[in-house]
């Protein structure tokens, strides 16, 4: 019977990458074959260490001996309710991703304090960043910034940053590679706010707006206004009406629209209404109804028979992560 040591490597390879960063390293003192392959750089091209409380020192470790020029994307968790001795997100570690990952693309960042970390300091190469309950200062994102910081910027996640609002909305305008924009839980920024800054960001190809203060058919007006090339869209349901989602009739581009629940209003748009408007959409090629509890009944037939060039996905929301920082 085969053993694990007759494994090929790409087979070893491909286990070891589902193994959390610590078992990678303590693996690699199993035998010297082991240590060649926990080396490998295919290993080291996507890091996720929010399972850990990492001190600084262990860090500038794992970026000088493993990481370097071989990290892609990297997750990381701050310690943001930690207490004030807890160790924090710096400046100088992250000029070090910048300086040492010349090919990292994706940052993720959970329950970090960033108030002391300018934005100047993130790496320049990022394509994507993501915030998840993290804590920024008022001059994050503001306009007033360097219009040079992050250049290659095409995606960014905002999700339960408590402070950001219509200020540093309205600063994304100046990351002109930008074509992906998620708002969670933003509930400082207001629909003046959204309208303004959508106004200079008409080269969006993806919005999200999930459980902010912002209704529906605001949000959408805005879209309808200035995002006329939109791909899509992806937003909560609070405060939808059949009028308010007509505004989309005829987006020459929008490709998917995702509506999720469960927030129902008598003026919420029946399933005819709603199958109305995307008869006028030409490139709509998925309609997705989340949390609506239309999942087996009526409404899903009559959308899945009305749309047959579409993908019509009717289903419950999914059940949320037990890990309360994603």
Not at 9 to 25: A, T
Not at 102 to 112: D, G, Q, S, T
């Amino acid at each position: 019977m085969a053993s694990v040591i007759d494994l090929p490597d790409s087979v070893l390879l491909e286990i070891f990458s589902y193994l959390p960063v610590r078992d990678r390293i303590r693996i690699s003192r199993v035998c010297h074959r082991w240590k060649r392959l926990v080396d490998d750089q295919w290993l080291w091209r996507h890091v996720d260490l929010t399972l850990y409380t990492m001190r600084p020192k262990i860090m500038w470790h794992l970026l000088r001996r493993y990481m370097a020029s071989r990290l892609h994307s990297l997750r990381m968790g701050g310690y943001l309710f930690s207490g004030s001795q807890a160790p924090q997100l710096s400046p100088a570690l992250m000029r070090a991703l910048g300086q040492k990952c010349p090919n990292l693309k994706r940052l993720c960042l959970h329950v970090a304090d960033l108030t002391m970390v300018p934005i100047t300091s993130l790496p320049c190469t990022l394509r994507t960043l993501e915030l998840h309950s993290c804590e920024i200062s008022m001059a994050w994102l503001l306009k007033e910034q360097d219009p040079t910081v992050l250049p290659l910027l095409e995606c960014i996640v905002l999700d339960r940053v408590p402070a950001f609002r219509d200020e540093h909305l309205q600063g994304l305008t100046r990351f002109r590679a930008l074509r992906s924009l998620v708002l969670g839980g933003t509930y400082r920024v207001t629909e003046t706010g959204l309208d303004a800054s959508l106004q200079e960001m008409s080269y969006l190809q993806r919005l999200e707006v999930l459980g902010c203060t912002l209704s529906a058919d605001g949000t959408l007006l805005a879209i309808s206004r200035h995002l006329r090339d939109i791909r899509k869209i992806r937003l909560t349901v609070r405060g939808l009406s059949a009028p308010g989602l007509s505004v989309l009739e005829g987006m020459p581009a929008l490709e998917s629209l995702c509506l999720l629940g469960p927030l129902i209003t008598p003026e919420m748009p029946s399933p005819a209404e709603i199958l109305s408007s995307c008869l006028t959409m030409p490139k709509l090629r998925v309609l997705e109804l989340q949390g609506l509890g239309w999942e087996g009944q009526e409404a899903e037939r009559i959308l899945c028979k009305g749309l047959p060039h579409c993908m019509v996905i009717v289903r419950a929301c999914p059940k949320e992560s037990m890990d309360w920082w994603m």
